[in-house]
């Protein structure tokens, strides 16, 4: 079991994210898409990063029903179906890079008010401030 | 650091029986499906151990002994013919190439194991 | 069994199966008389394959099949036994009988093994038929006498033997575990004539075993030593005196195969005039493409400053623009030559035509000749790989119902023996593969009539030839008076032109009564690069497949009619359906008056009709990237690519657009 975790932290709707470092290939500030037709209104549409086409999705309206024109992309690796896809999560902002002690890792509470509960792996305390750790492969992006 | 095996075999089946056994054993290992294949991943990390089929299509495991025997990365590094030839033969011909040994197939994962053993 | 046995069982299943097929095709096309070293060898490797794996895996009943059939095979790429009809049909009938078994397996059946046996039977016949020559290896030595109590074992390791890469103290300690060794002893001593140096092995071993131990046991301990790295004497310890015997363990077997040594090394090194081949792994080669893809954006970025020098009046704008025709021009054939990497010759589709051809004529009576011509004319991987099912049913089609029975030829003054001709060729940049009979061809008035009987047509109806030529791809069509085994297995020529269409392709057949049928499918070059047209709604680019378009037409008030909220466009005296694009992708962009805009008429198989579009742009080569890779498939696009500007733009699927107005 591995103790230290190196995680990714981010804001979302006023809360504390963390996401698996290794998952993260990079981060980009918001940028125009090319709309994908009739898909959900939290896929923006897909960018060009370097020559790969890459969709976008918004965490924000997807789980927490609001939307800004703040914010970055959060580019990832997901694992779909036994494949590897790169994918762009647009949240509020991109906080630090920190070490989660797995072993204290708490289960999240039942019945959790927000529908973002279906991606979280359990709570991690860091530093005094709660960090939800997340399982970004829980994550239906592709969903029409 | 796990030691790097190379499982060089045309046979699909017969490569994922070895390079499933070998993993439970603890060692990394890259699969290769023809010899120029593996001319190829050898030329682009250097190995601990290969293991080589001896009759495979564009290249085979006599001629993939030579030319990595040729190679300076890979004059001292074991090789080991997997065969069904029982006949000396292919033994002879793969240790004339510079093959370390060889085990006839089939072979047991334990026969396999205590085999990669005496070299690694 | 545990699982992952099944696994491998598994795998071994599948490529069992693919070994047949190779070796199947292999030996239809092998001729008879002295045999092509190359095509036996191949399909000894599939028979060495699966022989290899049926022990592994726990395929019993494979062993014994496929060792006769491997020994058979080596003979015949040894250059021992030549190929003849008689022994060609037995090693096409023992793959019938191993698919058989296999088949079995795979459906967890019980194996009937009286047909097993019987096919053993048949091939060893013909082995013992032909000269066995001594196998010249003698097994092991006749030391084992009962009075043994162990051996006296003596390593004498030369001077490079850490060459050798085997640890010695390893088969020590292998050796200990040995069956029936109760005790050893090792000494270790200084082999005191040699000179001390760093790299070499300066230790000498004598080690004294106890038990009853079988002598091949401990020579199997030491397999791997010969006497270039390393003396080793093993005696035998009897309680009375016994004669000393040394073996020297392996020794035997490199002396008689050094001299042939180097013969496969030398055949195997190409000669001078012979062309060389690498194999490439396909990620490898798909990644340049995308990379050359990268490139052909990257440039056509450029190529828009040559304009904006010219509108500056710079002086360099002349350089520059020569400069960047220069990149243009590499570009392209980097382009071309890194697409010619993914070709390969359908020869691969063409293969399975000969046992298919040989097995259905057989069936139904027939006499045909298969011609193939222009096997080595190459196509995209992925176009082969979706043409083979196609081609089959077609050919299939042609021996069952295009070829007359002989004597039906024969009363009609044709040779008895029908031609079903197979051919490909590049044409105006496109591949065209014809399949050709010189059959009956169709009976038109009977594919019009069965069109009548299954309501497909009014009785009456006026149609041209093509129309009624076109009538066998209409779905669940089926020409054939009974629906025979053969060509009635549940695919209709609609499947055909469907799949053909799917890779851009299109297929038309000609026929003239009594001489034959003649079906031509014309496939694009590649399927990576497509010559687009970029169309824009609001600020949204879509691409069309430049070949798709007919015209484009700026609608006219009086020639749009609205039936039940469709609207229909009169195009000369043609009414065809429109499709908004805006309306199909639920985007909230672009003109709605249709007057305001242009209608681009495409033409996808047999359709024909107008996508509402506000205007168009430029014409492109663009470079077809998959949103499957990191997305899903989206209903009307087939791809997206990224533009000079480096945006992305979705790429029209005009057969899903063509089903919605359906």
Known sequence: MEENKQILTFILNNEIYGVDILRIQEIKDVEKCTPIPNAPDWTLGVINLRGSVVPIFDLRRMFFNYASEEGVIIVLRVEKDGKSKVVGIVVDAVSNTEFADMAALQPAPKGDITSSHIFVDGLVSIEGRMVILTDIDKIDFFRE | MAKKILAVDDSKSMRQMVAMTLKSAGFDVTEAEDGVDALSKANSGQFDLVLTDINMPNMGGIELTTKLRAMGSYRLTPIICLTTESSDDMKGKGKAAGATGWIVKPFSPEKLLATINRVL | MDELMLVFRQTYLEESFEGLAAMESNLLTLPEGVPDTEVVNTIFRAAHSMKGGAGTFGFAELIHLTHILETLLDEMRSGKRNVTAENREALLESVDVLRVILTAYQNAESIEMTAVKAMEQKLEVILGGASHQGDGTTTSSPLNTPAITGFEIHLSPSDNYFESGIDLLKLLHELSRTKGVTKTQIHT????????????????????????????????????????????????????????????????????????????????????????????????????????????????????????????????????????????????????????????????????????????????????????????????????????????????????????????????????????????????????????????????????????????????????????????????????DVVTDISGRGVGMDVVRRNIRELGGTIEVQTEQGKGSVFTIRLPLTLAILDGQLAKVGDETYIFPLASIVESVLPAADHIKSVKGNYLYRLRDVYIPIVRLNEFFNRPNGKTELTAGLLVVVENGDKRFGVFVDTLESQQQVVIKSLDTNYRKVNGISGATIMGDGRVAMILDLTELSQEID
Not at chain 3, 210 to 216: K, P, R, S
Not at chain 3, 230 to 247: G, L, M, N, T
Not at chain 3, 350 to 358: A, D, L, S, T, W
Not at chain 3, 368 to 378: C, Y
């Open chain 3, 189 to 480: 001593r200084l082999n005191d004539d040699k000179a001390v140096q760093v790299d070499h092995c300066v230790l000498a071993f004598d080690v004294t075993v106890e038990g009853t131990v079988a002598l091949a046991d401990i020579q199997e301990v030491f397999e791997w030593l010969d006497s270039d790295n390393c003396h080793i004497s093993v005696d035998p310890i009897a309680p009375q005196e016994a004669p000393k015997e040394e073996v020297t363990v392996s020794q035997a077997v490199i002396s008689t195969a050094a001299p042939k040594a180097n013969a496969p090394t030398t055949t195997a090194t190409p000669g001078p005039q012979q062309e060389s081949s690498i194999r490439v792994s396909i990620g490898k080669i798909d990644q340049m493409v995308d990379m050359v893809g990268e490139l052909v954006i990257a440039q056509s970025m450029l190529s828009r400053f040559g304009v904006l020098a010219d509108q500056l009046n710079a002086s360099w704008a002349d350089e520059l623009k020569e400069g960047l025709l220069d990149i243009e021009r590499h570009t392209r054939a980097m382009q071309e030559s890194v697409m010619s990497i993914r070709m390969m010759p359908i020869s691969f589709a063409f293969n399975r035509m000969p046992r298919i051809v040989h097995d259905v004529s057989g069936k139904l009576e027939k006499d045909i000749e298969l011609v193939m011509e222009g096997e080595n004319t190459e196509v995209d991987k992925t176009v082969l790989e979706k043409l083979t099912d196609p081609l089959v049913h077609i050919i299939r089609n042609s021996v069952d119902h295009g070829i007359e029975k002989p004597d039906v030829r024969e009363a009609n003054g044709k040779p008895r023996k029908g031609t079903v001709r197979l051919s490909a060729f590049h044409a105006g940049g496109n591949i065209v593969i014809q399949i050709k009979d010189n059959g009956a061809g169709i009976r038109l008035d009977k594919v019009k009539q069965k069109a009548i009987d299954a309501g497909i047509l009014v009785e009456g109806q006026v149609i041209t030839e093509k129309e009624n030529i076109d009538l066998i791809f209409h779905a669940g069509f089926s020409t054939a």
